[in-house]
């Protein structure tokens, strides 16, 4: 929901958003310091002050900075002061799940940084800790210092397969696991391939647009969706609620992000969860090879 760099924070849009949320039966969001560099955390903050209904707050501290922001870095005395300020911007007196953004590659132990958010447990700043972007031997490395509460991770039908068999392991762990991206950046949404590169239009340096979106790439991207499209009929559904029902199904997973900046669309995504696919999942399964990420250059 931005702001971007030199645009006004659109308040009321947010609190839409998180009123239709709270009245679909989302009962948490998911933020990040790194966002917007911490004005995605102020907006979130001050809309949270209008919204009716309480909501549980995920949030993350980063190693640096990135395309999409900045980041405090992950030294102790750096997490700490990362937790309380995003305290402050969130108006909140505890965050409810806070995870680490990415690994970090500046030499900082991971030992130090995952005891530093143990401390913030434990000093009753954080209810729940975890990792996003981790591989799944530096998640049980942590899990056997201080157990792993949540790690969040990409997944759908035609990107970031090779994390299914991790999201299982971390189901079997007792860690929750939520999944971004169920909709691959908006190819799953029902969209059109050329709908969605204009949506992306400036991003076609990004990993996620050359393995989505790029030619050859993109017509399996296409194959892949007009395969839902009967099976979203048949149950009585959208494609973009199949693609996200179809995450939901997996081994390990918990639950899904899908950002929007409508309140209509968050009614939609949320719907997701009641739909039935025990008699569809081996016809879905199927589609999966038609995907992008089976091109002969693999």
């Not at 800790?129 to 031997?137: A, D, P, R, T, V």
């Not at 009967?230 to 149950?235: D, G, N, Q, S």
């Not at 693609?243 to 950002?259: C, R, Y």
């Amino acid at each position: 929901m931005g702001p971007e760099e030199g645009a006004e924070p659109e308040v009321d849009r947010a609190v839409a958003v998180l009123e239709a949320s709270v009245a679909a039966g989302v009962n948490w969001l998911d933020t990040s310091e790194n966002y917007c560099e911490t004005r995605n955390e102020s907006l979130i903050g001050e809309a949270l002050q209008r919204t009716d209904g309480d909501l549980l707050v995920s949030t993350k501290v980063a190693p640096g900075r990135s395309g999409s922001g900045g980041g405090s870095g992950f030294r102790r005395e750096d997490v700490h002061a990362a937790c309380r300020a995003s305290l402050r911007r969130l108006g909140r007196e505890q965050i409810d799940i806070y995870l680490l953004h990415w690994p970090d590659d500046t030499g900082v132990p991971l030992e130090e940084t995952w005891g530093a958010m143990a401390e913030l447990v434990t000093a009753g700043l954080v209810r729940a800790i975890g990792l996003s972007n981790y591989s799944i031997e530096n998640v049980e490395r942590c899990h056997n210092e201080r157990p792993v509460d949540v790690v969040q991770d990409g997944l759908s039908l035609i990107d970031y397969l090779e994390a299914r068999e991790s999201i299982a392991r971390c189901g079997e762990l007792g860690i929750a696991v939520v999944i971004y991206e169920p909709l691959a950046s908006g190819v799953l949404s029902g969209k059109t391939i050329e709908e969605v590169r204009e949506i992306w239009k400036g991003w076609e340096d990004m990993g996620f647009y050359k393995r989505l979106l790029t030619e050859g790439r993109a017509k399996r991207s296409a194959d892949v969706v007009e395969g839902l499209r009967p099976i979203a009929e048949r149950l009585g559904a959208s494609v973009a609620q199949l693609a996200i029902a179809w995450v939901l199904h997996q081994p390990g997973v918990t639950a899904v992000l899908g950002g929007s900046r409508d309140g209509r669309h968050v009614h939609e995504n949320a719907n997701a969860s009641r739909l039935d696919l025990t008699a569809s999942l081996d016809e879905l399964e199927r589609l999966i090879p038609l995907g992008p990420a089976f091109t002969p250059e693999g």
